[in-house]
């Protein structure tokens, strides 16, 4: 079995796009999963992912509209994903957000 460092620079970047693609499929069938959830948890949303591919392409020489990018993380135009998808937060959800937003800034 190999160790992922030991793999060429070209099978390791097929590798992490084919596990982004997956975690874009696996939050695809967890619509219900809101983006605020995702941030008090893991402090990223789908939003984030998508400014990241924006940044990404920034890096490179490329330009990336960020509405174009949601479009590709979401599956859809964003407008559309909060139409049908998205909840109004929690005041549970909210405090929650916050607490975590304090905790990190805490850490500094």
């Known amino acids: 079995m190999s ?63 960020y509405e174009a990018a949601r479009e590709y993380v979401y599956g859809m135009p964003y407008s559309e994903w909060k139409e049908h998808y998205q909840g109004k937060a929690t005041p549970e959800q909210l405090a929650a957000l916050e607490a975590r937003q304090a905790k990190k800034k805490a850490k500094g």
């Open 3 to 65: 160790d992922f460092n030991e793999f060429d620079q070209a099978t390791r970047t097929e590798l992490e796009a084919a596990a982004f693609r997956r975690l874009l499929s696996h939050l695809d069938d967890n619509k219900d999963v809101q983006n605020i959830d995702l941030m008090i948890l893991a402090d990223f949303c789908r939003n984030c992912l998508s400014k990241w591919m924006v940044s990404a392409a920034e890096e490179r020489g490329k330009s990336l509209d």
